[in-house]
């Protein structure tokens, strides 16, 4: 199925050749046939399968559609309020939770013609790099079952990656579609920060979580964050639809591309093989004559993960502040209200959110704020014009996604920090809220290296244009 771009299925399926009903329950087979790898929290079954039937009926009395995803199945992470399955953020605070509404990219893609049909694994409130912090399950690497499969996204990684579904979509907070898109050997793309309406999504980290795609080929991506871009009212957000990705983005009519090598993050700690991989692909783009190739060096982000795990925690803790048992989420009444909060709070979340809260906590209290949250916003925006000066002479940045392959599910559990460490190449991206992709490059002992391209504020079509120009040369 996933072979053929998902313009070439809807083709078919509105020349009646192509049933939508069979091709979502070819998704259920898929699913069944590769449970081992638990991507899945929830199917939405029953509902998918009456959408589905539905389509099929407009085609079979010759009704005519111009919606662009009719009848294509996908997979939505499960933080994406939903109907059809309870909506969990992989966390029990949330386990039995059915969403009033759903979130506003679900609604644009299914208006055209799109069907949800499961919800994906990820870590606990999206906060993870290994989808290992999940309180239901850890979901597999598709190409090492004994190695994780990158977070926070995970199963909606996987989901592509095994070809369940054309493409699935996921959140990006810190690296969270970029880096499983890299363990998994898909295109992972997180656009510039509010292109994409973040309303009935669970909040995370409130100025950098960001709404993206998996897919497995530039057009499928072009394709479906066209159709979940533009101003959202009930997200105020969101940018101007005049920025919004137009399907197909035109390669720019320069003649030349510029490219710049981050040299940041090409230090020691990088993994030789993700090296190697590396060097091979700036090797093919410094022969090719339509590119500039040079190197930056960009000292800001040295800064960037520490800023990271001071700026998320603190609104994490904000936005996980609603979550006390009484208006929302697990709850296990006490004789009082104290014990009541402490239980609920202390039941529902896990490891990973009560040490987000603490460190966010700590970092806006009185005495600290200035030493630590302010601190982190200043040099934030150093950061954000560090990006800025460089992008008035580049066009793009690239540099490895990630430092290493994928590695071994609890390898990293045992030190918060080690796992933390994973972010390091993805996470300044989002304090400065530009468009990033993750392409699939190579492959060390048969586990994918991916490469990131980044591209200035806004100019999401010019960056996903130059990654359909390298598409074919990688």
Same mark, same amino acid.
């Given at each position: 199925m996933n072979s053929q771009t998902i313009e070439a299925l809807v083709t078919q399926i509105k020349a009646g050749s192509l049933s939508v009903l069979k091709l979502v329950e070819d998704c259920y087979d898929k699913i069944e046939a590769a449970q081992s790898f638990d991507f899945i929290i929830a199917e939405t079954k029953q509902r998918a399968l009456e959408r589905a039937k539905t389509l099929d009926q407009e085609i079979a009395q010759g009704k005519r559609s111009n919606k662009r995803l009719?009848?294509?199945?996908?997979? $939505?992470? /499960?933080?994406?309020?939903? %109907?059809? $399955?309870?909506?969990?953020?992989?966390?029990?605070?949330?386990?039995?939770?059915?969403?009033p509404y759903q979130a506003t990219a679900i609604t644009k893609l299914e208006d055209e013609g799109a069907?949800?049909?499961?919800?994906?694994?990820? =870590?606990?409130? &999206?906060?993870?790099?290994?989808?290992?912090?999940?309180?239901?399950?850890?979901?597999?690497?598709? %190409? /090492?079952?004994? +190695?994780?499969?990158?977070?926070?996204?995970?199963?909606?990684?996987?989901?592509?990656?095994?070809?369940?579904?054309?493409?699935?979509?996921?959140?990006?907070?810190?690296?969270?579609? +970029?880096?499983? $898109?890299?363990?998994?050997?898909?295109i992972g793309y997180k656009p510039t920060y509010g292109l994409v309406s973040r309303s009935g999504v669970i909040a995370m980290s409130s100025s950098m979580d960001t709404i993206g795609v998996f897919t497995n080929n530039i057009d499928d991506c072009q394709l479906v964050m066209d159709v979940m871009s533009g101003q959202?009212?009930? =997200?105020?957000?969101?940018?101007?639809?005049?920025?919004?990705?137009?399907?197909?983005?035109?390669?720019?009519?320069?003649?030349?591309?510029?490219?710049?090598?981050? *040299?940041?993050?090409?230090d020691d700690a990088v993994d030789p093989k993700v090296r190697a991989s590396f060097n091979v692909f700036v090797s093919k783009l410094k022969s090719d004559p339509n590119i500039v190739l040079c190197e930056i060096d960009l000292q800001s982000l040295k800064y960037a993960l520490a800023v990271y795990y001071v700026l998320g925690p603190a609104e994490i803790a904000s936005n996980l502040g609603r979550y006390d048992g009484l208006r929302f989420g697990y709850s296990n009444p006490s004789d009082s209200i104290e014990e009541t909060y402490l239980s609920n709070r202390t039941n529902g979340f896990g490891a990973e959110a009560k040490r987000r809260i603490m460190i966010g906590t700590y970092?806006?209290?009185?005495?600290?704020? =200035?030493?630590?949250?302010? *601190? &982190?916003?200043?040099?934030?925006?150093?950061?954000? =014009?560090?990006?800025?000066?460089?992008?008035?002479?580049?066009?793009?940045?690239?540099?490895?996604?990630?430092?290493?392959?994928?590695?071994?599910?609890?390898?990293?559990?045992?030190?918060?920090?080690?796992?933390?460490?994973?972010?390091?190449?993805?996470?300044?991206?989002?304090?400065?809220?530009?468009?990033?992709?993750?392409?699939?490059? /190579? +492959? $060390?002992?048969?586990?994918?290296?991916?490469?990131?391209?980044?591209?200035?504020?806004?100019?999401?079509?010019?960056?996903?244009?130059?990654?359909?120009?390298?598409?074919?040369?990688?």
């Open positions: 009719f009848g294509i199945p996908f997979i $939505a992470k /499960d933080n994406f309020l939903s %109907y059809g $399955a309870k909506t969990t953020a992989a966390s029990k605070m949330l386990a039995n939770f059915e969403a069907i949800c049909v499961a919800k994906s694994n990820l =870590d606990a409130f &999206a906060h993870g790099s290994s989808t290992e912090n999940s309180d239901f399950m850890i979901t597999k690497n598709p %190409y /090492d079952v004994t +190695r994780v499969p990158g977070g926070s996204s995970g199963g909606s990684a996987v989901a592509v990656a095994l070809q369940v579904v054309p493409f699935s979509i996921g959140t990006d907070t810190g690296g969270s579609i +970029r880096q499983p $898109a890299s363990f998994c050997g898909v959202d009212p009930l =997200d105020s957000t969101t940018l101007d639809s005049k920025h919004k990705i137009v399907y197909p983005s035109l390669p720019s009519k320069s003649s030349q591309f510029k490219v710049a090598v981050i *040299k940041n993050y090409l970092v806006l209290s009185s005495g600290y704020y =200035d030493a630590y949250y302010k *601190k &982190a916003q200043k040099v934030r925006t150093i950061i954000v =014009d560090n990006f800025k000066q460089a992008f008035l002479k580049h066009d793009f940045l690239i540099g490895p996604t990630v430092p290493t392959p994928a590695f071994k599910i609890g390898q990293k559990t045992k030190h918060s920090m080690d796992m933390y460490l994973s972010d390091i190449m993805t996470v300044a991206a989002n304090l400065a809220g530009i468009p990033d992709i993750n392409l699939p490059i /190579d +492959r $060390a002992n048969n586990l994918p290296v991916g490469v990131q391209i980044m591209a200035n504020q806004t100019q999401d079509n010019q960056l996903l244009a130059f990654s359909k120009y390298l598409e074919g040369k990688i």
